[in-house]
């Protein structure tokens, strides 16, 4: 395992940088001054794309892109260091095509689309004119267990018709957003992984509504963490996406390299932290000393440090088994890099909110925002525990082909 990065990765950082301290670094608080006032999306966002694009710093996450499809060809590995830059900043991803819930999106629509769903909806998303959402996660069951998602997909006919509910659904309030992708049961008497399946409902069709735009720690978000229902909603049976009983292979199929860009993204907002951390504790003074000067401070900054870059090299690893033998069998480092990065996102924010003072929970810092998205990652995705108890699953089962192997090593205690 090499994860020393390429000249062609070296290049595509610097450029990625450097796009982002020319143009989207000095855009923040304009960002911040629009969306606040109701601006959404702000005027400048279309502008910043097409230079994105232009630069060729587009579409940079997926790795198998068609010669008719934009964008740049990176393997998860070459593109996890690019997505941790762009996590410096909350809204820098869209500049690139390279937000989320869209790169799972066209994930699938690349790897299960039909000829003709490709051109309705790949090619929009890949020239990013429009947005869409996952519409997976439910109120009234645990759907960290996508089995038990109760939205019905009912076959009428040439058509299907949905029924349910939906929440924390992501971009739903995007005035760009033109596609839900529907997770359901199509045969709630199949076998428990084969009773789901998903479908492509355009925005407006009958029937959607989306009901409210749910705050995230009180804090709302202007693309929306919606809660969306489903009424009799109709749409033709070839708006299906791969076949039916198909949904859950196709929701781990685009979960897996998705972890890799939030865990990178948390790895930026991270790093970002670590650094206004140590310039707040450099120029600020309590008791005659400098603020690093104090044991505590100097303990989290360094502690800081440790733990990003181990939680890095993790996913990075995580990222290269992706690469080298596919998501599923990477399912156990998936989880372990789901699990750590956002408590240490949270961690590492919440320190530096603490050097700053009060300072670190207005708005003058970015530290208070990426906290409450750090946080709000300990769920998206599965929560943690859900991702520790696959761990620990996976685990035993590896032990259990070489039972007694470890106990050789214990040391009965002596007998006279």
């Known amino acids: 395992m090499n994860f020393g990065y390429s000249p062609k990765v070296e290049d595509l950082r610097r450029r990625v940088r450097a796009f982002m301290d020319e143009h989207i670094v000095p855009r923040h608080r304009q960002w911040l001054d629009e969306v606040h006032a109701g601006h959404f999306p702000p005027a400048f966002m279309e502008d910043l794309k097409a230079k994105a694009k232009a630069e060729g710093l587009w579409n940079l996450f997926l790795p198998h892109l068609k010669d008719d499809e934009p964008g740049t060809r990176l393997t998860n590995l ?37 000829p003709a769903q490709r051109e ?49 659904i992501t971009n739903a309030a995007h005035p ?42 009180n804090h709302t978000s202007p693309e929306g963490h919606c809660e969306v229902t489903f009424t009799n909603v109709r ?41 206004l951390m140590i310039e707040r504790s450099q120029e600020r ?29 993790l996913v990075l690893k995580t990222a290269w088994l992706i690469d080298e033998v596919g998501a599923k069998a990477a399912r156990k480092e998936i989880s372990m890099i789901k699990a750590l990065v956002p408590q240490l996102h949270t961690t590492v924010c919440d320190r530096a909110m603490q050097v700053f003072g009060a300072m670190g929970v207005s708005p003058d810092t970015p530290l208070a925002d990426h906290w409450t998205w750090g946080r709000a990652l300990r769920y998206a995705d599965g929560p943690d525990e859900v991702h520790l108890q696959a761990i620990a699953r996976m685990e035993i089962g590896a032990g259990k082909g070489t039972p007694g192997a470890a106990a050789a090593y214990l040391t009965p205690p002596a007998r006279d």
């Open 78 to 114: 070459e593109y996890a260091p690019l997505a941790e830059i762009m996590g410096r900043i909350s809204w820098a991803p869209e500049v690139f095509n390279c937000n989320a819930p869209d790169t799972g999106n066209m994930e699938l629509l690349h790897m299960f689309a039909t």
């Open 120 to 168: 309705q909806w790949l090619m929009p998303l890949l020239d990013g004119t429009i947005r869409s959402a996952f519409a997976m996660t439910e109120p009234d069951v645990a759907s960290s267990d996508a089995t038990n998602i109760t939205t019905s997909i009912r076959r009428d006919g040439d058509d299907y018709v949905i029924n349910g509910r939906k929440w924390f």
């Open 176 to 217: 760009n957003c033109k596609l839900f992708i529907v997770m359901g049961k199509t045969d709630p008497d199949a076998e428990t992984h084969r009773q789901q399946s998903m479908i492509l409902v355009p925005a407006h069709t009958p029937g959607l509504k989306v009901v409210r735009n749910i705050p995230v720690m």
């Open 235 to 275: 749409v033709s049976a070839s708006n299906l996406l791969g076949e039916e009983g198909s949904g859950f292979a196709l929701a781990q199929a685009r979960l897996g390299p998705g972890r890799i860009h939030h865990c990178m993204r948390s790895i930026g907002a991270a790093e970002l932290a670590l650094e």
């Open 285 to 313: 003074k309590t008791f005659g000393k400098y603020l690093h000067q104090h044991g505590t401070v100097g303990e989290w900054i360094a502690k800081s440090r440790i733990e990003i870059d181990q939680a890095r090299l």
